[in-house]
C-alpha cells in the first residue's frame, strides 16, 4: 500500500535554529496519528510544511506517491491536505455558516446551486453540532465552539489528510469527551494527523505515536510501546501523571 | 451575510435607483446637473469601495483607472472620431488592461507598501499625460466637441449634452454598477473577497488561490472606475490631467469612508454629502476646506464605520 504521507529529509531552519531536523516520516492511509514531544519540539513546524504553510529548507514530501514539495499551500489544500489551526483563526466577523460555506463552495466540483452549498454547510455544522448556531458571527460563539467550528472547516474541506493542531487545547473536559468521539468520526473517512499535549485523548484516539524532540523523531510506535519507552519518559512523559 | 433577506436588499436598492429617477422630474435645474455629476463620481467611488471596502486593499492610486477611462474616451472621440459607444468601449478596456496589469505588480505587495506602489504609479500616469502633451493637452486638458457628444441609434439620436438625457444616462450607468456590485458581494467570489479582508492566511488554507481572487478584484474595481471616468468625458465633456492627480486618489477614499465601507450605497451617500458639504460650505466662507476637515474629523471619531456602515451596525444587520 503507498503511504498517504512520507516526508525524506525534511528540515527546517530558523537562523541557527533547526527547528525541524531531517526527519523521515511516513502516514498511511486511514491512521489516527499523534504526534507528541515537549514544547518547541518542531511538531507545528513539522506539520506547518507539510500543509505548506511554511517552506522546507531542505527534503521532500511526498502525498500519496506525488512530490508535493514545491506546491503552494492552496493546491495542496484542494489535493486533500486540511489544516486546523492551533491558535483558533476562524472568520470572526462572518456567521458559522458563512465559515464553513467558504470551504464548501470551493470543493463542490458541480456546483451552481444553492441548495449543494446550503446542505454541505449544514451537515459539516450537524456533525460538529452546531447547527443551532449557524447565523451566530463566529467571535461571539464560546472558544469550545470556535474550536469546533474550525474542525467544521476542515471536515467541509472533505480532506483525504486532516492535520489536527491541538485541537483540545483550552476545552472544558465535558467538550474533550465530544471532541475525541468527533475525532473517532472522522477518522472513518480520513488519515487525522494530530498533535496533542493532552495524553489521556493521545492515548485513547491514536493507532501510533511520534514522539518529536529537539526537531527529530525521538521514537514511533503503538500507544504502549511509547508509554513504557524510557527515552521517551525521560525526554516528556516523565512529568506527565 | 448572503443568506439573509436578499429581497429586501433588492428592494432596497430598487427603491432608491427609483428614487433618483423621480428626483430627475423633481429637481431644480441647477441641483439636476449636480446630481448628475454626483451619480457619476459614486460610480467611481463604488468601484475603490469594491477593493477597499471588500477586499481591503488600500490604493492610493485609483485616480489613474479613472484617467485611464477619461482618456481613454476622450482621445478616441477627440483623436480618433470615434463614436460614444465605441469611445465608451475604449475608455472600459484601457480600464481593464491598466488595472490587470497593475494588479499584476502591484499586488505583490500588502499593506503600506501596496498604498505607496499604486500612489507611485498613479503619479507615473498623471505625469505622462503632462508628458505627451501634444496629445493629451497637458495640463490644459481637452474639451470634447459637442457635436461628437451624440448617441445614435439608426435615426433617432440622442445628445448627450441635453441636462435630462445626461441625467437618464448618468442614473443608469449608475444603477447598473450598483447592481452589479450587489451581486458580486451577495455572490460566492463576494464571500471570497471578504475572507481574504478577515484572514487572508485562512483563506489560503481552505484551498483558495488569493492572489488570482485579489487580481480579478483589482480589474473589476479598475474597471469600473474607468466606466465612470469614461461617462464623464462622454458626459461632461471635459478631460482634464487633474482627475489623474493625487486629490483624485483621495476623494474616492473619502467619499467610501464617509458613506460606509463595505455598504453597496455608501459610496453614493458619501459622494453626495462631501459635495454638498463643500457647496454649502464654500457659500459661507472660503476657508470652506477647514469646515470640510473638521466635519470628516468629526465623522470619522463618532461614526467610525462611516453613515451607512453605524446604521447598519446600530440597526438593520441586514443591509448589504
Given at each position: 500500500m503507498t503511504p498517504l504521507l512520507t516526508t525524506k529529509g525534511l528540515s527546517r531552519n530558523f537562523g541557527g535554529l533547526r527547528a525541524v531536523d531531517s526527519v523521515d516520516f511516513t502516514l498511511m492511509p486511514g491512521e489516527i496519528r499523534a504526534v507528541i514531544g515537549p514544547n518547541g519540539a518542531g511538531k507545528t513546524t513539522f506539520v506547518s510544511l507539510v500543509s505548506g504553510r511554511i517552506r522546507p529548507s531542505s527534503g521532500a514530501i511526498l502525498f500519496d506517491g506525488a512530490d508535493i514539495t514545491g506546491l503552494p499551500a492552496y493546491v495542496r489544500v484542494r489535493q486533500g491536505i486540511a489544516y486546523t489551526f492551533q491558535i483558533t483563526s476562524v472568520f470572526a466577523n462572518l456567521s458559522a455558516y458563512d465559515n464553513v460555506a467558504l470551504p464548501v463552495q470551493r470543493t463542490l466540483?458541480?456546483?451552481?446551486?444553492k441548495g449543494a452549498v446550503r446542505a454541505g454547510v449544514m451537515s459539516a455544522l450537524e456533525r460538529t453540532g452546531l447547527a443551532g448556531r449557524a447565523?451566530?458571527?463566529?467571535?461571539?460563539?464560546s472558544y469550545g465552539h470556535q474550536r469546533l467550528l474550525e474542525v467544521a472547516m476542515g471536515l467541509a474541506l472533505k480532506p483525504r489528510l486532516l492535520i489536527l493542531d491541538?485541537?483540545?487545547?483550552?476545552?472544558?473536559d465535558s467538550e474533550i469527551d465530544n471532541f475525541v468521539e468527533l475525532v473517532r468520526d472522522i477518522a472513518k473517512s480520513a488519515t487525522v494527523l494530530l498533535i496533542e499535549h493532552n495524553m489521556p485523548v493521545v492515548m485513547h484516539l491514536a493507532d501510533r505515536i511520534t514522539v518529536f524532540n529537539a526537531g527529530r523523531i525521538l521514537a514511533e510506535g503503538a500507544p504502549e510501546a511509547i508509554r513504557n519507552d524510557a527515552a521517551v519518559q525521560d525526554a516528556y512523559l516523565g512529568t506527565a501523571p | 451575510m448572503s443568506e439573509a433577506s436578499p429581497a429586501k436588499a433588492y428592494a432596497l436598492h430598487l427603491g432608491a435607483i427609483a428614487l433618483l429617477f423621480v428626483l430627475s422630474f423633481l429637481l431644480p435645474e441647477y441641483y439636476h446637473g449636480v446630481l448628475a455629476r454626483i451619480m457619476v463620481l459614486a460610480v467611481f467611488a463604488m468601484g475603490y469601495n469594491m477593493l477597499f471596502g471588500y477586499v481591503g486593499l488600500l490604493s492610493l492610486g485609483h485616480a489613474m483607472f479613472f484617467g485611464a477611462g477619461l482618456y481613454g474616451a476622450g482621445l478616441a472621440v477627440i483623436?480618433?472620431?470615434?463614436s460614444v459607444p465605441a469611445a465608451f468601449g475604449a475608455g472600459l478596456g484601457c480600464g481593464a488592461v491598466l488595472s490587470l496589469i497593475i494588479g499584476l505588480l502591484a499586488l505583490r505587495t500588502t499593506g503600506v507598501a501596496f498604498m505607496i506602489v499604486t500612489m507611485m504609479f498613479a503619479q507615473v500616469f498623471y505625469l505622462a499625460i503632462l508628458y505627451f502633451a501634444a496629445w493629451t493637452g497637458g495640463d490644459q486638458g481637452m474639451v470634447v466637441p459637442q457635436p461628437a457628444r451624440v448617441l445614435s441609434f439608426g435615426a433617432t439620436s440622442l445628445d448627450l449634452t441635453n441636462p435630462t438625457v445626461r441625467y437618464i444616462c448618468a442614473l443608469s450607468l449608475f444603477s447598473l454598477v450598483l447592481l452589479i456590485t450587489l451581486a458580486i458581494v451577495r455572490s460566492r467570489y463576494g464571500r471570497v473577497l471578504v475572507a481574504i479582508r478577515e484572514n487572508e492566511e485562512r483563506t489560503k488554507m481552505l484551498g483558495y488561490d488569493t492572489f488570482s481572487n485579489k487580481l480579478a478584484a483589482v480589474v473589476v474595481s479598475g474597471t469600473i472606475c474607468a466606466a465612470s471616468g469614461a461617462a464623464y468625458a462622454l458626459l461632461f465633456g471635459y478631460v482634464g490631467s487633474s482627475f489623474a492627480s493625487v486629490q483624485y486618489s483621495i476623494l474616492p477614499l473619502l467619499w467610501v469612508l464617509l458613506g460606509g465601507a463595505a455598504t453597496t450605497l455608501g459610496p453614493l451617500i458619501g459622494t453626495l454629502f462631501m459635495y454638498y458639504v463643500i457647496d454649502v460650505t464654500s457659500g459661507y466662507t472660503s476657508a470652506y476646506l477647514l469646515i470640510v476637515g473638521i466635519a470628516l474629523i468629526l465623522l470619522v471619531l463618532f461614526f467610525p464605520k462611516g453613515i451607512l456602515g453605524s446604521i447598519r451596525q446600530r440597526w438593520l444587520g441586514w443591509l448589504p
Open positions: 466540483s458541480d456546483g451552481r446551486s447565523h451566530m458571527p463566529a467571535g461571539q460563539l491541538e485541537p483540545t487545547q483550552g476545552l472544558a | 483623436q480618433l472620431g470615434w
